[in-house]
């Protein structure tokens, strides 16, 4: 294949935010000849077809796969073990199979179970996205200079491995290749628990606004309002993330509840020197993500 053109028939299994992004993406790159999608939401289907006049929605998954080069799986992570049982038949070793999830080594070990001998199903993590959902918030930059991940084990193929890599780098991300154990410890405290401790301090609101009957809402200052973006983000993909990377969610916690109560030590004793410490060194962490190019150097979030 040539380089212009990756692939001639590029399946992508769930359309929702990143779904859509890969698709407006390739589409945008002249990835492939062909765009076939799998989608179950009859409203996001309507969505998906007016963006290119290109893309064949599939019924269902079947036959057709014969004929698929590329088959990005776009779904929950709960829909793995499913959309496997569905495909496996059609699959032979040359499809080359990827997700997008953000947690792996649960997703491995359904892969590693269920998913035919002598098939390879090489992971990607896209770290990008939003707290919106579906096709209609679809951006064809969305992975421009955007790290993604690429899972990389002993039983990994080079070459599809080298195909992917090269797939992300065309429509902008900048690669990284980890192994799965690696991963979830990483994005369980850069992901993982932030959008835990959002969900946790949006909760904390509602529960002090019914205890207190204040109408605190409407007084949202910065912090809330950040946060409750956050916790605006799918649900059911933030249900799999929690329980399928449940052990590194779970230290991660525990090191957050012994920060947190060294916090509350400092301020109950008015330790002056030890909380002043713990709020200048984690300044630095901003200007680090300033310095490396994964945020913009402006005031609140660049907003007017």
């Known amino acids: 294949m040539k380089y212009s053109k990756m692939f001639s028939n590029f399946l992508i299994i769930g359309c929702g935010l990143i779904g859509s992004s890969v698709l407006k993406a390739s589409l945008n790159k002249k990835i492939a000849k062909n765009y076939l999608i799998f989608e179950k939401s009859k409203k996001n289907i309507l969505k998906i077809k007016k963006i290119n006049p290109k893309i064949k929605i599939l019924k269902n998954l079947d036959k057709d796969l014969s004929n698929v080069d590329v088959v990005f799986i776009c779904t929950p992570m ?150 409750s973006r956050i916790a605006a983000s799918n649900e059911i993909m933030w249900r799999d993330i929690f329980f399928d990377n449940k052990t590194n969610v779970l230290k991660a916690i525990d090191l957050f509840i012994k920060n947190l109560k060294a916090f509350k030590r400092d301020i109950n004793f008015k330790n002056d020197k030890s909380i002043l410490k713990k709020l200048t060194e984690t300044k630095k962490v901003r200007s680090k993500i300033i310095k490396l190019k994964q945020d913009i150097n402006k005031p609140d979030f660049g907003r007017s």
């Open 78 to 227: 709960s829909e793995y073990k499913k959309i496997i049982l569905k495909i496996n038949k059609y699959l032979t070793p040359k499809h080359i199979i990827t997700d997008v999830g953000s947690s792996k080594l649960k997703s491995v070990k359904i892969i590693k179970k269920y998913l035919k001998k002598k098939i390879f199903w090489t992971s990607s993590h896209p770290i990008a996205g939003s707290e919106v959902s579906g096709p209609e918030h679809g951006k064809q930059d969305l992975f421009e200079n955007k790290w993604c991940v690429l899972i990389k084990d002993n039983k990994t193929n080079l070459k599809h491995l080298k195909f992917l890599s090269s797939f992300w780098k065309k429509i902008g991300s900048k690669v990284v290749v980890m192994k799965p154990e690696k991963h979830d410890k990483i994005f369980s405290i850069t992901s993982h628990l932030p959008h835990l401790v959002a969900y946790n301090l949006v909760k904390s609101a509602q529960d002090f606004e019914k205890t207190q009957r204040f109408d605190l809402i409407k007084y949202s200052a910065g912090g809330l309002r950040d946060f």
